[in-house]
């Protein structure tokens, strides 16, 4: 068994930096963990790694308590696996030597397919201060993978490769990962990675866990408007019950979460900007005029202000729809399936006020 376990755990420096963590990572299963720059990731991680000493609370790998406040396991005996932000390799070994440092000259050859598994096949007699940052890291990853730890700590360890490199050395990770069934908690804060990486996602803010669920489930269906916005894209809009479904800046929208029980209400509409169907050609749809047009690629997100009150939406669009759009043309917009929502005399209505379209740069 090689699950993480914390139960309130807590840490200050001059300021609280976790506040009474829980988490439970279970037996083989790969976590991201989420969070803005300063969230608390790294700490959360050092203390489970064993290089920092929780303020209160529990530790358990497997079924081993680590740091219960009256007794601390080593680092060295925790088997982890821990991947820096910094990589911190040797700088007097060469790059074989750091990722076979533990090794058994018998698993020598385990170097060299680590090597060829982070894309560094051939550089294994090189020192660390003849490789670029990017390099480094995946040293480091090799390095943490050659001991085959059952728990795995990786804090941003593809951020500073480029796009196409990160895609691939990611998926190669991760993969090994999975298939060793090595248990992984995975530091980010790219959305995309920590839902495309992960089996389960848990989103940290100021020091706290909100939430520990399945990418789909915290995308489709977040506990809140503002765990909603802070994972991707998200059109929030006000809404009221009507005897037909909700009434909202998009016209009469299908009956919704919990709208069989009620007889009035007001409410916060999550629509994902995939859930917008614009059309130029259309004459169904809300009328809106396109303000701005960001191109991405396979996709296209497109600011839309609606004719009638002004609400502010975003949309992505593909195909001829996006080739076509130009800012001010009028289109009309649709809403696809049925959107989730927050009642607001509901308990999960944290981040109410959030009521506009909320914009991040990211598609
Ligand atoms: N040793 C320390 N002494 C004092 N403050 C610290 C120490 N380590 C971390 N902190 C503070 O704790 C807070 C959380 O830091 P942490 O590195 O855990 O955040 P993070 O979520 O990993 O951020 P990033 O994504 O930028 O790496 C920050 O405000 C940081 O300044």
Redesign the pocket.
Known sequence: MSSIQLRGVSKA???P?LRDVDLSVPDGEITALL??????????LRIIAGF?PADAGVVTLGDVVVDDGTRRVRPQHRGVGYVP?DAALFPHLSVAANVGFGLARKQRHTVESLLCTVGLTGLGHRYPHQLSGGQQQRVAVARALAIEPRIVLL??PFGSLDAQLRETVRLDVMRILAESGTTTLL?T?DQDEAMSAADRVAM?ED?QVLAHRAPRQLYDRPRSPRAAASLGLANLLPGRWCPVGIDCALGVLPPADGCASRSDGTCTILIRPEQLLVSARSTTGVPARVTRVRFHGGTTLLDLATLDDGTALIAQVTGAEAATCRVDDTVRVRVSGTPHLWWDDSETTEGRGVQQATHSDTP
Do not use: R
Not at 35 to 44: C, M, N, Q, Y
């Open positions: 420096y001059e300021v930096v969070g803005a720059s300063g969230s608390g990731k790294t700490t959360l920092e932000q804090d941003e530091v804060h940290i020091g």
